[in-house]
T-cell receptor
Framework: DGGITQSPKYLFRKEGQNVTLSCEQN?????MYWYRQDPGQGLRLIYY???????QKGDIAEGYSVSREKKESFPLTVTSAQKNPTAFYLC?????????????FGSGTRLTVV | QQPVQSPQAVILREGEDAVINCSSS?????VHWYRQKHGEAPVFLMI?????EQKGHEKISASFNEKKQQSSLYLTASQLSYSGTYFC????????????????FGQGTTLQVKP
């Protein structure tokens, strides 16, 4: 079955460390997205990408970086510049040539600073 | 330009109805609705497109008022399984070349259905 796989499910980061969250999809979707969710809050857009080797900043991109070297993969790096990284991170994808399709989300990565 | 959802929380008994509203200050091309169970990923419910009709399946339906940039989600004869947090996601103008754009999500409405 097609879907989005995020790993790891739980991640612990020490102060000053960079960590990378993985997101892989086999849906053949062109567009991929990273959202951050804080407790009791909505989803805020970090970065998004429509095509390989191209991506745009979302509303809260500071302290994060991404790459899109393959259509299937869109990893997110949380850098030491992100001062409050503890959150639930969700990756999503969509078929940009189908205006009546919604997003498919991965199961998320819960990041905690220790 | 995050859309505003109301109410923030709803508590229902099984069989009761609920309406969740989503309002934007910007012109919209489409509105998505998702449901998220605690600790899980959001699940797509439906999408309403500019110029489209009210959509729905089973006892969950939605409408889209383009002039007011508002959408409403209707849950009728609620079941225990309807519990969760409901998010609307809005899309403004499409990307160049007609492809779909990014979604901006509201803050969510928590729905609790009790036996």
């Amino acid at each position: 079955d097609g879907g989005i796989t995020q790993s790891p499910k739980y991640l612990f980061r020490k102060e000053g460390q960079n960590v990378t969250l993985s997101c892989e999809q086999n849906l053949n979707h062109d567009a991929m997205y990273w959202y951050r969710q804080d407790p009791g809050q909505g989803l805020r857009l970090i970065y998004y990408s429509q095509i390989v080797n191209d991506f745009q900043k979302g509303d809260i991109a500071e302290g994060y970086s991404v790459s899109r070297e393959k259509k299937e993969s869109f990893p997110l790096t949380v850098t030491s510049a992100q001062k409050n990284p503890t959150a639930f991170y969700l990756c999503a994808s969509s078929a940009i040539d189908r205006v009546d399709y919604g997003y498919t989300f991965g199961s998320g990565t819960r990041l905690t600073v220790v | 330009q995050q859309p505003v959802q109301s109410p923030q929380a709803v508590i229902l008994r099984e069989g009761e109805d609920a309406v969740i509203n989503c309002s934007s200050s910007k012109a919209l091309y489409s509105v998505h609705w998702y449901r998220q169970k605690h600790g899980e990923a959001p699940v797509f419910l439906m999408i309403l497109l500019k110029g489209g009709e009210q959509k729905g399946h089973e006892k969950i339906s939605a409408s889209f008022n383009e002039k007011k940039q508002q959408s409403s989600l209707y849950l009728t004869a609620s079941q225990l399984s309807y519990s969760g947090t409901y998010f609307c996601g809005t899309q403004g103008a499409l990307f160049v070349s007609g492809n779909t754009g990014k979604l901006i999500f509201g803050q969510g409405t928590t729905l609790q259905v009790k036996p």
